[in-house]
């Protein structure tokens, strides 16, 4: 069981500096969040050789490529740290969903099970795989884990190792390339830091 675990959301795309949801959409980061991870790779240094865990994504990987110094290509990846499928609403903003189908935000906010957008992916379903990818972690030997993946996914990391209802996985705010912590005690996780992007701190790419 890990003692120490990171949790780290992938830097920017264009998708999300526009407020736009993407999921399975396979975005590259911009270059504003290449710049916001190379500041994260530049705090890294100090660190030793953690396990990384990666979504399959390509913006997860070019992130945990360059905290690795190694070409995206050859970052492992884990399938189930991948991000939410919004089907049809993938690329658009919650404003135009909104407009579209106001029902339809009403039933995202409620968290069930059973939802999901259109032709995407059910919350049922999302929570089995990162539920399944979460425990394939807690019982890694390393005592370190580095976890580069998405903003939903580690707001579901923090909900099941935290033992907190999903449905109020939105109280956690977690920024492009920001950097959240969990500790573990005897079996359970303490939170030790949230949505840090202390590296980020004087530079263009703060905000």
């Known amino acids: 069981m890990p003692n120490e675990m990171f949790l780290i959301r992938h830097g920017e795309t264009v998708a999300n500096r526009d407020c736009r949801l993407i999921g399975s959409t396979d975005e590259s980061l911009?270059?504003?969040?290449?710049?916001?991870?190379?500041?994260l790779a530049r705090?890294?240094?100090?660190?030793?050789?953690?396990?990384?865990?990666?979504?399959?994504?390509?913006?997860?990987?070019?992130?945990a490529g360059v905290l690795?110094?190694?070409?995206?290509?050859?970052?492992?990846?884990e399938d189930d740290l991948r991000e939410m499928d919004f089907g049809c609403c993938e690329g658009?903003?919650?404003?135009?969903?909104?407009?579209?189908?106001?029902?339809l935000v009403d039933r995202w906010a409620a968290m069930t099970s059973d939802f999901s957008f259109p032709q995407g992916e059910s919350v049922r379903d999302f929570l089995e795989r990162v539920n399944r990818v979460a425990e394939k972690m807690r019982e890694a030997p390393e005592?370190?884990?580095?976890?580069?993946s998405h903003g939903g996914v580690i707001r579901a990391l923090l909900c099941h190792y935290l033992?907190?209802?999903?449905?109020q996985y939105g109280v956690f705010e977690i920024q492009p390339a920001s950097v959240?912590?969990?500790r573990f005690h005897e079996g359970k996780a303490r939170l030790a830091g949230l949505n840090d992007r202390k590296h980020l701190e004087g530079t263009a790419w703060e905000k």
């Open 30 to 39: 911009s270059a504003r969040g290449l710049s916001q991870v190379q500041a």
């Open 43 to 63: 705090q890294w240094a100090h660190l030793g050789k953690e396990r990384f865990f990666c979504s399959p994504l390509l913006r997860a990987r070019q992130t």
């Open 68 to 77: 690795l110094g190694v070409d995206e290509g050859a970052v492992a990846a």
């Open 92 to 103: 658009r903003t919650f404003a135009e969903i909104r407009s579209m189908d106001p029902e």
């Open 143 to 148: 005592p370190v884990l580095v976890v580069v």
């Open 163 to 167: 033992c907190i209802p999903f449905r």
């Open 180 to 182: 959240t912590v969990l």
